[in-house]
């Protein structure tokens, strides 16, 4: 766990970050000189880089993907505050650090281990640890999703962006919108259950004249029964792990 949080950390500051770890700000003592706006710059780029790093988590990992099934999971039952934000949220971040453990040791071993040890230069490092985050956004970004990206780039930006190679600015979003779109999906056929149970229970209170009751007051217990039996929190866990290439 900590070597992944650490090649995460690498990954978001990148370049700035291994330059600023032999920052010296003795120049900024001693007064302007023609490297203290350079050192300034790399203060800042540091520190914006790091006030970012939950949105990039958010990026370039199978976090989307979880939290937004758990969320839809949590209305298709009809609970909207059990579980809590912080436990659904929790545990889309354990499962992210679970799915992204190959990843992650991918960066660790081949950028940021080597760079701490002053094996390779902080342009080599940001390539390798940048790499293994590339693979596996390319494994699992829609090829619709990359091409719209891909086309809007070389556009407007002039960015030539290919499958084999592809440029960070287009694969991340391209990426992203993917993973909303399947968790979408799946957050679909795991309503569908929920409503039929809904359907069927608001078609009896009717049928009972029960007029004044709502449905979703009775079919909360079996929606929940339901759910329980089939052991859903471990088909849906393994199902949504198994689904990342």
Wanted: hydrophobic share 55%; charged share 15%.
């Amino acid at each position: 766990m900590k070597r992944a949080a650490l090649a995460l950390c690498m990954l978001l500051a990148g370049v700035t970050l291994a330059a600023a770890q032999t920052i010296d700000l003795g120049p900024l003592a001693q007064g302007a000189n023609g490297t203290t706006v350079g050192y300034i710059i790399q203060l800042f780029g540091l520190l914006t880089v790091l006030s970012i790093a939950p949105g990039i988590l958010i990026m370039v990992t199978s976090f989307t993907r979880f939290v937004i099934v758990f969320s839809i999971l949590r209305t298709g039952i009809g609970l909207p505050s059990t579980p809590a934000n912080l436990i659904l949220v929790s545990l889309a971040l354990f499962m992210t650090f679970y799915v992204m453990a190959p990843t992650f040791d991918q960066a660790w071993n081949n950028g940021v281990r080597p760079l701490m040890n002053n094996e390779i230069t902080e342009a080599a490092a940001m390539e390798r640890i940048t790499d293994p985050f590339r693979a596996f956004m390319t494994a699992n970004v829609r090829e619709e999703d990359f091409n719209l990206f891909a086309d809007l780039a070389a556009e407007r930006g002039g960015i030539e962006a290919s499958a084999d190679r592809a440029d960070l600015r287009v694969l991340i979003p391209a990426f992203m919108i993917s993973e909303i779109r399947r968790g979408f999906e799946i957050g679909f056929l795991i309503v569908l259950p929920f409503l039929v149970i809904d359907l069927i229970v608001a078609t009896i209170t009717m049928a009972m004249g029960m007029m004044m009751l709502p449905p979703t007051v009775i079919s909360l217990p079996f929606k929940i029964l339901f759910f329980v039996l089939i052991d859903g929190w471990n088909l849906l866990v393994g199902s949504l792990v198994r689904s990342f290439v």
